[in-house]
């Protein structure tokens, strides 16, 4: 075997399935690929999905999701973890044991909890959330609406956003992005990233299209690719936001489906299709 072969960092995404393929493990492969990543995954739940909602949604059970755990980790060298969907507290538990014992580097959060199209994907505490990943999280990555159930109150203004990426801060991560993606600003898209005690305004022209499905999935793993790249946090997080508009504007044409359709993950590449 000729060790000096390029090898390419590993990634893994703990998450749910989306079998419409815009969200979810589908999306964060994709990403992960696109960015030249080895993407590997334990999968949590499957979604019965499509663009225009979910239809059905079952949790993978625990000792499932802990043999893929073991699976990856024991054999790969994982360099970045994401994790979106857990569905509810048991699987949050099983995750934030594999943090407490170091073996989850790296580690972005997207704590999921609805979908766009208004369908809950996790059963559990939103309070709980915080205290157990938190303390392991290199980044929390929460929307609008997953920001005001962490912390029990609405948040809607630029002020609000980064009064929470502090308030979420106090529980650990080196990070939090607050997601703009729902506000009401429509020439902009603005995220504002509290890091290393610094605030900052990552601000992206909004892009006009009805394909958004998966976008949050997508930034998630897009910034542990860049983390797994061995990107520093900040520029992690900002190429990644880079990354996710690029994506949107390639597939704002797109009419797969007749809801929210997906991001075009591979806009960098050229295809046999496009
Ligand atoms: N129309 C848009 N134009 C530009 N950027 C966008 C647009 N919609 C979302 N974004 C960006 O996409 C990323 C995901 O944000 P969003 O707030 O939509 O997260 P989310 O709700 O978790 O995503 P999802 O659609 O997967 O639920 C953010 O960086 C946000 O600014
Ligand atoms: C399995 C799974 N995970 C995450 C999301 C969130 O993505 P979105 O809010 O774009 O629907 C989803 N829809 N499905």
Same mark, same amino acid.
């Given at each position: 075997m000729n060790r000096s072969f390029p090898q390419p960092p590993?990634?893994?995404?703990?998450?749910?399935?989306?079998?419409?393929?815009?969200?979810?493990?589908? #999306?964060?492969?994709?990403?992960?690929?696109a960015h030249g990543v080895h993407g590997t995954s334990v999968v949590?739940?499957?979604?019965?999905?499509?663009?225009?909602?979910?239809? #059905?949604?079952?949790?993978?059970?625990?000792?499932?999701?802990?043999?893929?755990?073991?699976?990856v980790l024991g054999d790969f060298d994982v360099a970045a973890v994401k994790t979106g969907m857990l569905g509810g507290d048991e699987l949050l538990a099983v995750v934030a044991e594999y943090g407490q014992e170091d073996r989850l580097p790296n580690l972005v959060i997207d704590p999921v909890m609805v979908t766009t199209t208004g369908d809950a994907l996790f059963a559990g505490d939103p309070a709980a959330y915080l205290?157990?990943?938190?303390?392991?999280?290199?980044?929390?990555t929460p929307n609008l609406i997953e920001t005001g159930q962490l912390l029990g109150r609405e948040i809607g203004s630029a002020a609000e956003m980064r009064e929470a990426a502090r308030a979420l801060a106090t529980y650990g991560p080196r990070a939090v992005l607050v997601k703009g993606g729902h506000a009401a600003d429509e020439e902009r898209?603005?995220?504002?990233?509290?890091?290393?005690?610094?605030?900052?305004?990552?601000?992206?022209?909004?892009?006009?299209?009805?394909?958004?499905?998966g976008t949050g999935c997508t930034l998630a793993s897009a910034i542990a690719a860049r983390l797994?790249?061995?990107?520093?946090?900040?520029? #992690?997080? #900002?190429?990644?936001?880079?990354?996710?508009?690029?994506?949107?504007k390639a597939a704002a044409g797109w009419r797969l489906g007749s809801g929210p359709g997906p991001v075009h993950h591979h806009h960098g590449r050229k295809s046999a299709a496009l």
């Open positions: 590993v990634a893994l995404t703990i998450a749910g399935s989306d079998s419409g393929g815009g969200a979810g493990i589908q #999306a964060d492969l994709h990403t992960f690929a949590t739940a499957v979604t019965a999905q499509n663009t225009r909602g979910v239809s #059905a949604a079952e949790t993978i059970a625990e000792p499932l999701v802990r043999a893929q755990l073991d699976a205290g157990r990943l938190g303390p392991f999280a290199t980044i929390l898209s603005v995220d504002v990233l509290w890091c290393d005690g610094q605030m900052l305004d990552l601000a992206a022209p909004r892009v006009d299209t009805r394909n958004d499905h797994a790249l061995g990107h520093p946090l900040p520029q #992690a997080v #900002a190429g990644a936001k880079t990354y996710v508009t690029e994506a949107l």
